[in-house]
C-alpha cells in the first residue's frame, strides 16, 4: 500500500540552527501539508500546499517557516532560528485528487531543539 | 473559533465490548470528517472519512457517524480487541480552506485481554 515516508525520524538540533525535514508524498497526490504535535497536545495545521504554491497557511507558520517541493517526488519543511518550543513531531501527508479526500500521513519526524 | 472536543479523554474496556467514541465540533460548515488511530509515538492511521453529505461510513468492525445539525460524530468499535488500543482522533476539514485538518485532542482506548 502506498504511503508517505518522512525523515529523519529524529533529530536533535541546537536551538538556533536551520533544519530541514523531509517527506515523500504518495506518488500521484496533488495535495501536500505539514502538521505538528506538540507532545501531548492536539495535532495542529501548519499549511498545505497544491500546484507549486501555497493554499492555506496557520498563525503558527511565520517567515520561519517555509515549504518547498524540489523536484517531482520531494517535499520539504525548513525551520530557521530554531527555538525550544520548536520541538515537537512534525507530520507530512498527502491527499489525491480534491481537498475532500482522505489524508494520509506519514510517521513523522520527531524534533527535539536543545 | 473552530472547536473538536472528544469524550471521554481515556477509556478501558474489557476485551469483547462494544465502544463508542464521541467527537463534536463547533462549525457547521464542516467539508468532511476523518476519524485516525494514533499509536504512541507513531503517525496516523487514517480509519474512515465521512463527506458532509454522508450519515456513516463502515470499515470492518468500526463504523462511524455524523450527523451535522447537532455538531457530532461517533466512531463505534465492535468486538473490541487489545490490538484496537490506541489514542482514536477525530479532525474534520472546513470547505475551501485548503484541506487544513481541525483535530480534537484524541480519546486514548485501552483493551484488557
Known amino acids: 500500500e502506498p504511503e508517505v515516508t518522512q525523515t529523519p525520524s529524529h533529530q536533535v538540533t541546537q536551538m538556533g540552527q536551520e533544519v530541514i525535514l523531509r517527506c515523500v508524498p504518495i506518488?500521484?497526490?496533488?495535495?501536500f501539508y505539514w502538521y505538528r504535535q506538540i507532545l501531548g497536545q492536539k495535532v495542529e495545521f501548519l499549511v498545505s500546499f497544491y500546484n507549486n504554491e501555497i493554499s492555506e497557511k496557520s498563525e503558527i507558520f511565520d517567515d520561519q517557516f517555509s515549504v518547498e517541493r524540489p523536484d517531482g517526488s520531494n517535499f520539504t519543511l525548513k525551520i530557521r532560528s530554531t527555538k525550544l518550543e520548536d520541538s515537537a513531531m512534525y507530520f507530512c501527508?498527502?491527499?489525491?485528487?480534491?481537498?475532500?479526500?482522505?489524508?494520509?500521513f506519514g510517521e513523522g519526524s520527531w524534533l527535539t531543539v536543545v | 473559533k473552530q472547536e473538536v472536543t472528544q469524550i471521554p479523554a481515556a477509556l478501558s474496556v474489557p476485551e469483547g465490548e462494544n465502544l463508542v467514541l464521541n467527537c463534536s465540533f463547533t462549525?457547521?460548515?464542516?467539508?468532511?470528517l476523518q476519524w485516525f488511530r494514533q499509536d504512541p509515538g507513531k503517525g496516523l492511521t487514517s480509519l474512515l472519512l465521512i463527506q458532509s453529505s454522508q450519515r456513516e461510513q463502515t470499515s470492518g468492525r468500526l463504523n462511524a457517524s455524523l450527523d451535522k445539525s447537532s455538531g457530532r460524530s461517533t466512531l463505534y468499535i465492535a468486538a473490541s480487541q487489545p490490538g484496537d488500543s490506541a489514542t482514536y482522533l477525530c479532525?474534520?476539514?472546513?470547505?475551501?480552506?485548503?484541506?487544513?485538518?481541525?483535530f480534537g485532542q484524541g480519546t486514548e482506548l485501552s483493551v484488557k485481554p
Open positions: 479532525a474534520f476539514m472546513i470547505y475551501n480552506q485548503g484541506g487544513k485538518l481541525i
Open positions: 506518488s500521484n497526490h496533488l495535495y
Open positions: 501527508a498527502s491527499s489525491g485528487a480534491g481537498s475532500g479526500n482522505t489524508i494520509y
Open positions: 462549525d457547521s460548515a464542516i467539508y468532511n
